[in-house]
């Protein structure tokens, strides 16, 4: 089946535009992540959505960042005033419902942003 | 601060030998700990996990090690291939947050043929 895809796959822009990333999860999968990887980083993770449930929220950077998600299906990423140090690969992970021992995360393919 | 640490950014290995990949944490709450497989220009990808209430894992050519009073869990390769050859994440949850994952820095393995 198909795995987690993201859009666009690069994107430039220049200081101070608003960006937006495209994430679709595997169908069916009820938790969406997002993470960022800046270059020499490790992944850092951004929000987190599960179900009906209010996201987690907690490792945005600042407020110039937020997110929404559709139902159980697409979620977009919204990077507002964006500022050199936001780029990154930014990466999208879809997985079933935790509800004990780790359901595994499938990762897509990643947005490389470059801010100008 | 970083939760989870890769000290080795790099690593070498003969191919048929065994690849050990380190990685030290220290929040005591983290009771999962997994390891990520990442080629260039792709989603990392899962390779293995354990429990905090185990101390190993197996799974064919991949074992995971925790030892949680060093805080410190290790994945083993065994034999290298040259295929194995990627950036590996160590990453580790806490149940009560949520299954969000903090990586670690990764370590690049080169599996020499």
């Known amino acids: 089946g198909a795995g987690v895809s993201q859009s666009p796959s690069n994107k430039v822009t220049e200081k101070g535009k608003d960006v937006e990333l495209r994430c679709d999860p595997i169908?069916?999968?009820?938790?969406l992540y997002w993470y960022r990887q800046r270059l020499g980083q490790g992944l850092e993770f951004l929000i987190y959505?599960?179900?009906?449930?209010?996201?987690?929220k907690s490792g945005l950077p600042s407020d110039r960042f937020s997110a929404e998600r559709t139902g159980e299906s697409v979620s977009t990423l919204t990077i507002q005033r964006t500022q050199q140090e936001d780029s990154a690969v930014y990466l999208c992970?879809?997985?079933?419902?935790?509800?004990?021992?780790?359901?595994?995360?499938?990762f897509g393919p990643g947005t490389r942003l470059t801010v100008l | 601060d970083q939760q989870v640490k890769q000290n080795s950014p790099s690593l070498s290995v003969q191919e048929g030998r065994i690849s050990i990949l380190n990685c030290d944490y220290t929040?005591?709450?983290?009771?999962?700990f997994l390891w990520y497989k990442k080629y260039p220009a792709e989603g990392p990808t899962f390779l293995i996990s354990?429990?905090?209430?185990?101390d190993k894992n197996e799974d064919g050519r991949f074992t995971v090690f925790l030892n949680k009073s060093a805080k410190h869990l290790s994945l083993h390769i065994v034999p290298s291939q040259p295929g194995d050859s990627a950036v590996y994440f160590c990453?580790?949850?806490?149940?009560?947050?949520?299954?969000?994952?903090?990586f670690g820095t990764g370590t690049r393995l080169a599996v020499r043929p």
């Open positions: 992970a879809s997985s079933l419902e935790p509800y004990w021992g780790y359901n595994e995360q499938f």
């Open positions: 169908s069916g999968h009820t938790a």
């Open positions: 959505f599960q179900g009906n449930s209010a996201p987690d």
């Open positions: 929040n005591s709450m983290f009771d999962y």
């Open positions: 354990i429990s905090s209430i185990k």
């Open positions: 990453a580790a949850s806490e149940k009560s947050s949520g299954d969000k994952l903090t």
